[in-house]
């Protein structure tokens, strides 16, 4: 094993801390977590319903298909008695760590001689406001995905919240994986889903929030600039 092969490493895992700790420190320093409708910080990885927070706003979400596109469509269903199909968030920071933990069994010697901790012990299963995550419905190999495709009324394109992306690997070519979750009421744990990711900073992307499109009949997630929808997330329980 030559030298450059060790210096090599040890720069691949500098920067790697580096920008594991970034993400980390902005994380910890202003970032709350995320609450659940009882007012329990939401997991990664567990299954949550996410319904309107208003009454007579609708209710879950589930996959469906819209006419005139061959791609499934995330929609609400709306009656409020239906909290569709559960959903599970995963942070981008975990898939950060996720890379520093699968690093060689070398390489993790450098790991603890530099005082990065493991992956379970910084928190990083709790999902907080405002920071990068995938949505999925529970049990799917896939992720949310903004798609334009276009819309049912008008030749214009619209951003659809639709599914097929590949888990994790923040970067451009998952940037259109990323939502952000925000609480847009002081007093009540509710939030808006935005899309403005912040994994790969030469992408233009255009920020929106997620909102309703109404569609002969159908309620179907969209992002735009101009919309928002608020949301309050239900701890699903695992029968
Ligand atoms: C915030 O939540 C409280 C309690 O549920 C509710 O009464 C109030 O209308 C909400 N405010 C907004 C702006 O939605």
Same mark, same amino acid.
């Given at each position: 094993?030559?030298?450059?092969?060790?210096?090599?490493?040890?720069?691949?895992?500098?920067?790697?801390?580096?920008?594991?700790?970034?993400?980390?420190?902005? %994380?910890?320093?202003?970032?709350?977590?995320?609450?659940?409708?009882?007012?329990?910080?939401?997991?990664?990885?567990?299954?949550?319903?996410?319904? &309107?927070?208003?009454?007579?706003?609708?209710?879950?979400?589930?996959?469906?298909?819209?006419?005139?596109?061959?791609?499934?469509? @995330?929609?609400?269903?709306?009656?409020?008695?239906?909290?569709?199909?559960?959903?599970?968030?995963? +942070?981008?920071?975990?898939?950060?760590?996720?890379?520093?933990?699968?690093?060689?069994?070398?390489?993790?010697?450098?790991?603890?001689?530099?005082?990065?901790?493991?992956? &379970?012990?910084?928190?990083?299963?709790?999902?907080?406001? &405002?920071?990068?995550?995938?949505?999925?419905?529970?049990?799917?190999? @896939?992720? $949310?995905?903004?798609?334009?495709?276009?819309?049912?009324?008008? +030749?214009?394109?619209?951003?659809?919240?639709?599914?097929?992306?590949?888990?994790?690997?923040?970067?451009?070519?998952?940037?259109?994986? $990323?939502?952000?979750?925000?609480?847009?009421?002081?007093?009540?744990?509710?939030?808006?889903?935005?899309?403005?990711?912040? /994994?790969?900073?030469?992408?233009?992307?255009?920020?929106?929030?997620?909102?309703?499109?109404?569609?002969?009949?159908?309620? $179907?997630?969209? /992002?735009?600039? %101009?919309?928002?929808?608020?949301?309050?997330?239900?701890?699903?329980?695992?029968?």
């Amino acid at each position: 094993m030559g030298t450059t092969f060790l210096i090599s490493s040890l720069l691949i895992l500098l920067s790697l801390i580096v920008q594991s700790k970034a993400i980390t420190s902005s %994380h910890e320093s202003h970032h709350q977590a995320v609450l659940d409708t009882d007012g329990n910080k939401i997991q990664a990885g567990q299954p949550y319903y996410i319904v &309107s927070a208003i009454r007579g706003g609708g209710g879950g979400v589930s996959l469906d298909r819209r006419e005139r596109s061959r791609s499934s469509v @995330v929609r609400q269903h709306g009656s409020e008695m239906n909290f569709g199909t559960p959903i599970s968030f995963s +942070p981008a920071l975990a898939s950060m760590e996720g890379r520093i933990a699968s690093l060689p069994k070398e390489r993790a010697i450098g790991r603890m001689l530099l005082g990065v901790g493991t992956p &379970s012990s910084s928190g990083a299963r709790t999902i907080l406001e &405002s920071t990068d995550v995938n949505i999925r419905f529970s049990e799917m190999p @896939v992720v $949310w995905q903004v798609q334009e495709s276009q819309g049912s009324s008008s +030749p214009r394109t619209r951003r659809y919240v639709t599914i097929g992306g590949q888990p994790g690997h923040p970067g451009s070519s998952t940037v259109r994986n $990323w939502f952000k979750i925000e609480r847009i009421n002081n007093s009540s744990p509710e939030y808006r889903i935005a899309y403005c990711p912040s /994994v790969c900073e030469s992408c233009e992307v255009v920020c929106g929030n997620v909102g309703i499109s109404s569609e002969s009949g159908k309620r $179907w997630l969209s /992002v735009s600039k %101009h919309r928002e929808f608020p949301f309050v997330f239900v701890k699903a329980r695992r029968n």
